[in-house]
């Protein structure tokens, strides 16, 4: 009886590894340090331990396990499970994740792209629970994106779907990451974020930041951000509405664009709770249609850390089942 | 045997009909004036008498129509197949347009967004044929929009999706007829680019344009500024480049974000051909991700004035072999 999904959570930092039943309960977790610098053998020898690990301690006989889903950075093709590079993860050139880890394993094993799993995890089980049609935002570094439609996930032909965080909101604006100008991430981003708040600061902004960050500005952080946010200081609220404005700009044209009954945020800077989701749901509001925009919840994640190896687990079940195109 | 679908497309000005067997053959086709001045009921009247004229030149009995699909210009509901208004149809307020026209003609009716059905037309049989995900852009007086994800049209849990001409391109950019600011309509459709050349032309700049609107400048039409490009004015030329570029942002957000195999544009405005499309493509390429940049196509409509009916007759379809969601 193949009723158990392992679902791994590949990070530049940590790999988090869980058993889940196929109707969703967690039966046994494990989380331990990628070990990155070490290089793809020796992390994917990692993900093998972390396997065993986790069926072991939750007393599921491998028998049991129908397929291995792994969420990975990319870029890379969930198709042939190769992952081409990875900022986060060091050494790794066209690695064929998923072959290299079903030889390790003896099981079938199915990669997707890191943001598009965690969607799926949220849809399965967190703060997507019930629709049809939802997006979710991963606000980090970057910003990752997943979508769901149709009660499908949306990977697209080349499994590159869902960037929401190239969206493009400003003609003409920040060069972004990806060699282009005036995406979303340029602006909405941890990154982006600090990015907004260095601007006004050269443009001779007040603020406690100066202090925090010891008067070198390029050791601003979002989290001095938001500690200086909450301390009162104008400047930094500033800086997270700024942030929230831009991220509902961006949300505003996912709800133009596919009618979404929910838009879940998460990452770090969802913290900041309303400091954020009131600039983000008002600018929604002002500009996407009516009809739309009182129909799109905006909300924070519900699974947290578990997002990833929930998701990776139900994308591996689906796969498995052939459900998938 | 029910082989024939009836498609009709509801325009201001036209009423365009069309007989259409179930595997895309067209049998009879009909256009009148709308008569939209006399209001909902002589409309409705109006059609009757033109799926009556199709049917009768195809030579069709009306026991073998299957269905009627219509597209109609919006906001409206597709479910219920109520028109809530609509700045094309002086007088339209809720009106009950698959219900009035089911009575009417004693058939099943099917009520879609105009653009969505064009969209669903040339996948069925145009431009899109072949491929699971693209996008359809209607560049007119303002600029439509359609999905097609999965092999299914988006249409919305509120039927509102694909509104593509209401993606923020610009933050605090020109404000749009929807109310909101920075919209691609604002910039992409033929009102936006004549507001681009007036802009330009009270900057200042020389061009034919002076003489072509007889000094007038609120008398300036797309036409003239296509007429003006091709008699090679430097101005009208960049005008054109400009509307391209702006496309091709809101494209190059379709690509990030759906991964489509193909982006189809049509309207009047497609007749300037590489004027347009060639900013049109390359802004799309350098603002988009590389792998779906090279995989997506974009590409004039296949169907010109028949993607309405035909669209709308594939809808009808659909929707009555209970296809829709």
């Known amino acids: 009886m193949s009723d158990v999904v392992v679902g791994i959570d590949l990070g530049g930092t940590n790999v988090k590894t869980a058993a889940v039943s196929a109707d969703g309960r967690l039966l046994g977790k494990d989380s331990r340090p990628t070990r990155s610098e070490e290089g793809p053998e020796a992390v994917m020898e990692n993900m093998a331990g972390a396997v065993a690990a986790v069926l072991e301690s939750a007393g599921v006989d491998r028998s049991r396990v129908q397929a291995v889903g792994i969420g990975a950075p990319g870029p890379m093709n969930w198709q042939t499970g190769i992952v081409y590079s990875s900022p986060n993860l060091p050494g790794w050139r066209d690695v064929p994740l998923a072959e290299a880890m ?4 003896g099981l079938a094993v ?8 965690a969607c799926y995890g949220e849809y399965w089980l967190g703060a997507g629970q019930g629709v049809d049609t939802m997006c979710l935002l991963t606000l980090g570094t970057g910003v990752g994106g997943g979508i769901v439609v149709f009660g ?11 960037e929401i965080g190239h969206l493009k909101v400003m003609r003409e604006g920040r060069t972004c990451g990806c060699g282009a100008t005036g995406c979303l991430e340029a602006y909405a981003s941890v990154t982006g974020m600090v990015r907004t708040a260095k601007e006004g600061i050269e443009e001779g902004r007040e603020t406690l930041l100066t202090t925090l960050s010891g008067g070198d500005f390029d050791r601003l952080t979002g989290k001095m951000i938001s500690d200086a946010a ?3 200081d104008t400047f930094a609220q500033w800086v997270e509405r700024e942030t929230g404005i831009w991220i509902g700009i961006g949300v505003s044209s996912l709800i133009n664009l596919l009618n979404p009954e929910r838009v879940v945020l998460s990452g770090g800077m969802i913290a900041a709770g309303e400091a954020l989701f009131g600039p983000v749901r008002e600018t929604a509001k002002a500009m996407a249609f009516d009809v739309p925009a009182r129909r799109c ?5 519900g699974l947290n850390e578990d997002a990833g190896v929930l998701g990776a687990a139900a994308c591996a079940m689906d796969r498995h089942a ?3 195109r």
Chains 1, 2 share one sequence.
Do not use: H
Request: charge should be negative; proline fraction near 3%.
């Open 152 to 162: 499908k996930l949306l990977r697209g032909i080349d499994g590159t779907a869902a």
């Open 322 to 324: 052939g459900n998938v």
């Open 230 to 232: 909450r301390q009162g």
């Open 102 to 105: 079903s030889d390790r394993l």
């Open 297 to 301: 919840e905006i909300v924070p994640a």
């Open 110 to 117: 199915y990669v997707d792209n890191d943001a598009n799993v």
